[in-house]
């Protein structure tokens, strides 16, 4: 939201007051309080009728930094609010002058001064954001030239700005599909339904991340109003509605531990099970589908040799009208029980579409509206509309029996073997004249009703099925969300452009907090040629999870051409036995918040030219992947310095710069950085399997005097097996604790003699076969 017109001066009507000193200071054990007159105090009459800003200054952790800035304190509406991990406040340690008040949080400082009031944010001594003359304010809209505000709180906002430095660059703010670095847009924290190609987002984080090392959170469910590097070219900014304003400013210093320390205070995002890493394959939403045709899609995936691991149902598993009651329409499906049984009995698990709005036609209206379930208008009646389904209502998480209501009609399908569920939509959810059991400020449930939503889903699932095991498909999500995996990134169409804002938008959403994201491949909207379809499964099958997706038409590989079905069964089988690699980079994920797929930037900070580079990312800490946009089939891919070795070739790049090739639809930029181990396991049939036994673990590139290590975890995430590697000159000394067998692979390395282990040259790699324990020197 924008208040200025220009540099000087501000909109018609818009009065700006911005503290001017600190007038009282109250020091105490773990928090600052700063009484903050919005004129110059010169006498005592000017302490009377004007406008007094409060600020509290906490840490709830080390190198974080809470400011709460209130105008009306008692104005404050603290329901609902984020779900933060928020224990005792830390001591602080205060310096306070006549001049200049610093507080200290690790290596984090925040100084203000008295006189001329500013706000600098440094990490040890160097200036990393700062807030000057008018960049706090409380901002009144309607103003009538009074020097004090009438007491309304209409039309009135607290705003902030934090300065960028040159060179600064901005991301996250969710799943957003415009630019990947945000400078120069302005962004509302507002949960939309508009598909993958507008500037609306299903998943809005109040959260920026920069790459000087520092991240926002902005403390507000309901609008939140960004404008980056766009009213003030030097700011970033943003305001609210109301009388205060609450935001973290957490320091690194570098990307990944601002994402680790913003998911200690959101949540780390939940461990999926291994097998729904696997391949996923949905009826589609329209389509016309019954059980012969659900079996149909399932054997012909297994006889054509496609390991399919999870199928899904989508929206008409119910009766058209009917949405939701849970109930299967036995026109098409009637034996659903048995149907389930002999799904599972070839290998499969079960997810099944829902969402939280109940149809008029619904069996469960009338007992959710005689039971007061729904939210309601204000003058008591049942919130309904005709958007999506006819007079559908909205369930009220807020009223705990709604929630177990909910949950208790879902549990019955989980008993007749649904494994999981596809928790969509979420996004439009009213706010004008409705009301809700506890009393929630409906503006802030806007964005907050996703969290509620999938929050009770999820705790259901892993009630049911064993924490772990819990696992959705959502698709809307606000602050925490992570803690419910998995989402993915909505509806998309069907081509070259809709499948790169579709990666835009999803590794925007992991540098906001989130470690794991699908698409739906090939598209939602419309149908792709097959040329898309192939690129878009390279791309799917190398995504933390992986479904076949459309709308109105099937996405089973054989009804675009022969050589999709060759596509689908090479990237499900690669990513199978990438699973150990995969499954240590998910578990490293739940504990750091660092996401399976990662931004260049975030990868590779120091590099420049990774600030903008937005197609392609990183999977885990060790792999380059770099989808083909084209049907030219040339893919395009910036490395980094060092050295770079194609998974699939063999053959080594040297970074810093970029590659233009040629690529088949069985290869995609798959590259692997110098001094990695990367371990696969001895399947390509399935997803979960015993990651230790047989693992093949390749060392790639190691330097001189550098070290290389990894960890095989199985799938009761204990380690199973470790390796490390040093070089020195032109020897590695191995050392593996283990008691599988294993075998270590040496990527174009040739030994020359190897101390332990069963020796065979394949080609130009080293391959040593051994059991147990292991300590040996590799002479080349």
């Known amino acids: 939201m924008k208040f200025s017109n220009g540099c000087w001066l501000q909109k018609e009507g818009c009065g700006c007051f911005a503290p001017r000193e600190v007038y009282f200071t109250k020091i105490e054990d773990t928090k600052v309080t700063l009484c903050a007159p919005t004129i ?47 224990n005792d406040e830390l001591p602080l340690q205060v310096e306070d002058s006549e001049e200049v008040i610093k507080i200290t949080s690790g290596s984090l400082t925040l100084a203000i001064t008295k006189k001329n009031f500013s706000m600098t944010y440094s990490r040890n001594g160097e200036v990393i954001t700062k807030s000057t003359g008018r960049d706090l304010a409380l901002m009144k809209t309607d103003w009538k030239g009074l020097p004090y505000d009438s007491g309304d709180n209409e039309e009135t906002y607290i705003r902030q700005m934090l300065s960028l430095s040159v060179g600064e660059l901005v991301y996250g703010m969710g799943e957003r599909f415009t630019p990947f670095v945000k400078n120069g847009q302005s962004v509302d924290i507002w949960n939309a339904d508009g598909g993958t190609s507008t500037e609306q987002s299903y998943k809005n984080i109040p959260f920026y991340i920069t790459n000087k090392g520092y991240g926002v959170l902005v403390n507000h469910p309901e609008k939140v109003s960004f404008e980056v590097a766009t009213e003030m070219v030097t700011r970033t900014e943003f305001s609210v509605e109301g009388s205060y304003l609450d935001f973290f400013l957490i320091n690194g210093p570098t990307m990944k531990e601002v994402l680790t320390r913003y998911t200690d205070l959101t949540g780390k995002p939940s461990l999926p099970a291994p097998w ?118 909205i369930v009220d998480f807020t009223n705990p029996a709604a929630y177990k209501w909910f949950q208790d009609k879902l549990e019955i399908l989980l008993d007749m073997g649904v494994d999981c569920f596809k928790t969509d939509f979420g996004e439009r959810i009213p706010t004008e004249n409705v009301m809700y059991f506890d009393g929630s400020d409906p503006k802030k449930m806007h964005n907050y009703y996703t969290y509620l939503y999938n929050k009770c889903v999820y705790e259901l699932l892993e009630r049911k099925r064993g924490k772990g095991e819990a696992v959705l498909f959502a698709r809307s999500a606000t602050v925490g969300g992570q803690k ?53 499964v390279a791309f799917g099958l190398l995504s933390s999870h992986s479904r076949l997706h459309g709308s109105s038409s099937y996405r089973v590989p054989w009804v675009y051409d022969d050589e999709a079905v060759d596509v689908v069964r090479f990237f499900t089988r690669l990513k199978a036995k990438l699973m150990p690699y995969l499954y240590k980079t998910a578990i490293d994920t739940s504990r750091s918040g660092i996401p399976t797929m990662r931004s260049m930037v975030l990868e590779y900070t120091e590099d420049k030219t990774c600030h903008f580079v937005d197609k392609q990312y990183m999977l885990g800490d060790n792999l380059l992947v770099a989808p083909v946009f084209n049907e030219e089939s040339i893919a395009e891919y910036y490395l980094p310095k060092g050295t770079w070795t194609d998974f699939f070739t063999g053959e080594e790049k040297e970074g810093a710069g970029w590659i233009k090739e040629k690529h088949g639809y069985l290869s995609i930029p798959l590259m692997v950085k110098e001094n990695s181990i990367v371990s696969l396991g001895s399947h390509d049939d399935k997803p979960d399997y015993d990651y230790g036994e047989n ?62 282990g069963e020796v065979k040259i394949d080609k130009k790699d080293t391959i040593i076969t051994l059991c147990g324990n292991a300590d040996f020197t590799v002479t080349f």
Not at 335 to 361: F, H, T
Not at 745 to 751: F, H
């Open 276 to 393: 729904t890493f696997g391949l996923w394959l949905s009826t589609s939403f329209t389509t016309n589908y019954d059980e012969d045709t659900v079996m149909s899609f399932v054997d012909g995936m297994i006889n054509r040799g496609i390991p399919l691991r999870t199928f899904h149902f989508d929206c008409f598993w119910m009766k058209e009208f009917h949405w939701s009651d849970f109930i299967w329409d036995s026109r098409v499906f009637p034996d659903p029980e048995g149907m389930l049984k002999r799904i599972k009995a070839k290998g499969l698990n079960i997810c099944v579409w829902i969402n939280s709005y109940i149809g008029q036609e619904s069996c469960l209206f009338d007992e959710g509206m005689e039971k007061g379930y729904f939210i309601k208008r204000t003058n008591g009646q049942v919130w309904q509309w005709d958007m999506w389904q006819p007079g559908m209502a």
């Open 695 to 756: 693992a093949e673990l390749r060392l790639y590139s190691l330097k001189n005097g550098k070290e290389a290590s990894t960890v095989i975890y199985g799938m009761d995430r204990k380690e199973e097996i470790s390796m490390k590697a040093v070089r020195n000159e032109n020897q590695i000394q191995i050392t593996v604790k283990s008691n599988k067998a294993y075998t270590i692979r040496l990527v174009n390395l040739i030994a020359i003699s190897v101390s332990q």
């Open 484 to 536: 419910f995996p998995v989402h993915w990134g909505g509806d998309c169409w069907s081509d070259y452009e809709s499948m790169e804002e579709s990666l835009r938008g999803g590794l925007s959403l992991m540098m906001s907090g989130f470690g794991f994201w699908a698409h739906d491949i090939g598209g939602f909207e419309s149908t792709s040629t097959a040329d898309v379809y192939k690129r878009w």
């Open 40 to 86: 110059h105090i010169t006498q005592r009459g000017d302490t009377l009728g004007c406008i007094n800003l409060t600020l509290e200054i906490t840490s709830p952790a080390p190198e974080i930094m809470r400011v709460r800035t209130y105008h009306y304190k008692g104005a404050v509406v603290n329901t609902p609010s984020f779900d933060l991990e928020l």
